[in-house]
């Protein structure tokens, strides 16, 4: 079992930045690919970027060039750095985590945080 807890939503103006941060606890972190993901009043849940045990990255294009993803094995944490922030980038964001291959898919994902609300301000 793996629990996962985010930080670091909030309220920021467009071109803005955020830092989101997502701890885990449980078993080995560093086995695990994590992702996050993030989902709009209205929308369905979209994924955003994730990175696997040995730090390859795979994000949507919609925040490629923007956002990056990091993990931190030492500290069992998983980061997500978002600049040039955009309304449009508005929404609850969750960590997730798996020990299959590294994937886009929120279904192959065993475990999830309950979620940091973003909001951008045009």
């Known amino acids: 079992q793996v629990q996962l807890v985010e930080s670091g939503g909030g309220l920021v103006q467009a071109g803005g930045s955020l830092r989101l941060s997502c701890a885990a606890s449980g078993r080995t972190f560093s086995g695990y690919v994590l992702g996050w993901f993030r989902q709009a009043p209205g929308k369905e849940r979209e994924f955003v970027a994730a990175?696997?045990?040995?730090?390859?990255?795979y994000s949507a294009g919609s925040v490629k060039g923007r956002f990056t993803i990091s993990r931190d094995n030492a500290k069992n944490t998983v980061y997500l750095q978002m600049n040039s922030l955009k309304p449009e980038d508005t929404a609850v964001y969750y960590c997730a985590a798996t020990q299959g291959a590294l994937t886009a898919q929120a279904r192959f994902y065993d475990y999830w945080g309950q979620g940091t609300q973003v909001t951008v301000s045009s």
């Open positions: 990175i696997s045990w040995n730090s390859i990255t």
